[in-house]
C-alpha cells in the first residue's frame, strides 16, 4: 500500500486525551494486588522502578517522537536506524508481548469484578475465561469506532481507577486512624526468587508510554504532546501505584491478599469496617470501566505497529487497511485481538487457572521488554546517555527474573517448557514472516 494511506488516519488527539491515554496504559488496579501480597517493600521498587525506568522511558520517547512522529513508534525508530530485521523484530516481540498481556489483564480484571459479586465464583474457571473473552472483544470494538470515540473509553478508564485508588485511600485513612495498620510499614523490599520475580512485574507494570509513540500520525503536535504527556502519565502511575499499595497493606495483611483479586479483598475489609456497604458494588464498577479502557487504549495502540509494518510490506497489506468510517486500523486490530483470545484459551490447557495467569505475566515480559532495547538504543543515537543506560539495565535484570517460577506454579518443567517453548516457537515463526515478506517484496 502506498505511503497515501497514511493520511486517512483521523489526527484528533490533545495533550489531555494523550495524557488520559498514557495513564490508562499505565496504571492498572490488578497490579496493586501483586505488590500488595509481596509486602510494603513493593512500593520501595515502584519508587525505584519510577526513577530508573519510567522516567528514562518518558525522555527516550519524546525525544524518539518529535524526532520521528509518524505511526508505529518503535518499529519505525529500530528500522531507521538498525535495519529492517531489527524493526520487525521491535514490532513483533512487542506485539506477541502484548497479545499475551491482554487475556492476562481480562481475567485479572474479571476476577475483581466477580469477587464483588460473589467470591465463590472466582473459582469457576469456565465463566471467568468467558467474560474475559467477552471483555475483550468489547474493549477493543469500543476502540475500532475511531480515536474521537475511543478516546472517551480510555478517559473514562482513567477517571474510573483514580476514583478507586482515591476511595482505598480514603477507606485506609480511617480504618489507620481508628485501629492502626494490618500491616507493619517496613519498606524494606522483599528478598528471596519470588521477590526477584516480582521485580520484573513492577518494571512491567509502569510500562505504557512507548504506546504513545505508536499513535502519532493521530495526535496533534505529537513531537510536544508526547514529549509532555509521557512524564505526566508516568509520574502520575509511580505515585498511584505505591500510595495504593500503602493502602491495601493498612486494610488487610499481605499473605491475606490474593493476587488475582486482593483490591477487592480490601475493598470489603474497608466497607465491614467502616460500613461503606456501597463499595465493593463501585469497585466492580470502576474496574470493569478500567478494563474496558485498558484493552481498548492498548490493544488499538499497538495495532498501529502491524499497521506500520503492513504499509512498509513486511506484513501482508491487508494489515494497512484503514476503516473507511471508522478511519482506524481495522484488520490489524482484528488481528490482535483474535490472537490474544486464542492465547487465553491455550494458557489454560494443563495447569490451573493461577498458574496459566502467571505463565501469561512472563510471557508478555519476555515478550514486551526486549523491544525497549532497541528504543533505548535509538536514543543513544539520538544523543541520548543516562535514560538508555538506566533504562537497558532495568530491562536485562527484568527479563532475568522473570523466567523464574513462583509459589502459583505447581509444574516447573511444564511452565518453563511452555515459557521457553513458546518463545522459541513465536520469534521462529516471526523470522519466517519477515524472509517470506522480503522475498516478496523483492520479486
Known sequence: MNQSASTQLSRGLGLRDVTLLGIACIVGTRWLAT????????????LLAGLFFVGPTAQAVGALAERRPGAGGQYVWAREDFGDWHGFL?????????????????????????????????????????AAVVAIWTGVGINLLGVRIGRWNQNAASVATWLMALFLVLAAGVVFLRQGSAT????????????????????????????????GEEI???????RRAGWMAGLGGVLFYSVATLAILVLQKPEETSVLFGIMQAAQVGATSLGWFWL????????????????????????????????????????????PKWQTPHVSVFALAGTSTALLLLMQLGDTMRAAYQELVSMMVLGSFPPFL?????????????APVSGIAVILI?????????????????????????????????????LKSRRTLET
Not at 35 to 46: C, E, I, N, Q, R
Not at 374 to 384: E, M, P, T, V
Not at 398 to 425: C, H, M, Q, R
Open 398 to 434: 527484568a527479563l532475568a527474573f522473570s523466567i523464574l517460577p513462583t509459589e502459583d506454579i505447581s509444574n516447573v518443567w511444564l511452565y518453563e517448557a511452555k515459557i521457553f517453548g513458546g518463545s522459541a516457537l513465536l520469534l521462529g515463526l516471526g523470522r519466517w514472516i519477515f
Open 374 to 386: 532497541y528504543i533505548f538504543g535509538s536514543a543513544w543515537k539520538a544523543g541520548l546517555r543516562w
Open 280 to 323: 465493593p458494588v463501585v469497585f466492580a464498577l470502576f474496574s470493569v470501566m478500567s478494563m474496558l479502557g485498558q484493552l481498548g487504549g492498548i490493544v488499538s495502540a499497538t495495532a498501529r505497529l502491524s499497521y506500520a509494518a503492513g504499509r512498509d510490506g513486511l506484513l501482508p497489506s491487508a494489515f494497512a487497511r484503514i476503516h
Open 184 to 215: 507493619t510499614l517496613n519498606l524494606m523490599p522483599p528478598l528471596g526468587i519470588d521477590a526477584l520475580n516480582l521485580w520484573s512485574q513492577i518494571a512491567f507494570a509502569l510500562t505504557g508510554i512507548e504506546l504513545l509513540g505508536m499513535m
Open 220 to 226: 496533534r503536535e505529537p513531537g510536544k504532546t508526547i
Open 90 to 130: 521491535a514490532f513483533w516481540l512487542y506485539w506477541i508481548g502484548i497479545a499475551c498481556w491482554v487475556p492476562n489483564a481480562a481475567l485479572a480484571y474479571i476476577s475483581i469484578a466477580a469477587y464483588a459479586i460473589d467470591p465463590a465464583l472466582v473459582d469457576n474457571r469456565n465463566l471467568i475465561v468467558g
Open 35 to 46: 505488590a500488595a501480597h509481596a509486602g510494603p517493600g513493593s512500593v520501595t521498587l515502584f
